[in-house]
């Protein structure tokens, strides 16, 4: 028993150094509810950076879809596109928000209904190392 109490001692010390060194959190994930026979939904949530050094988010997947990419909206000769992104870059003690208009996540091909009052589980990687296991709830509006 002694042993097992050391080791995870030493593990919180080992941690430690990692968490007090600042992490992204993310607040306010949802997907917005598509319309029926759509096969895209749109992911959203609010990413803070804590660390003093920028930190790019760089994978997505959810075992809930076939496909998920990171996408950017813009406006280009007066007409809205998305352009995929490879990355999405958080400025040190900075908050990026995926939204609608700007960055998003593009949920494609469900393996399971998706509909308003459903939560479905989204990972988000980062270049540090770090990954987050959320859940979206499915809303009609926001």
Known sequence: MRILIRALFLQCLLTLPAMAAGQVVASNPWIREAPPGVSMWAGFVSLKNTSDK???LVEVSS?????VEMHRSVV???MARMRQQTSIVI???QRVALEPGGYHLMLMQARQPIRAGVSVPITLAFDNGQSLQLTFPVRRDH
Do not use: D, L, T
């Not at 075992?63 to 496909?67: E, G, H, L, T, V």
């Open 63 to 67: 075992p809930a879809f076939r496909m």
């Open 76 to 78: 280009e000769n007066g």
């Open 91 to 93: 400025p040190a003690g």
């Open 54 to 56: 920028p930190v790019a």
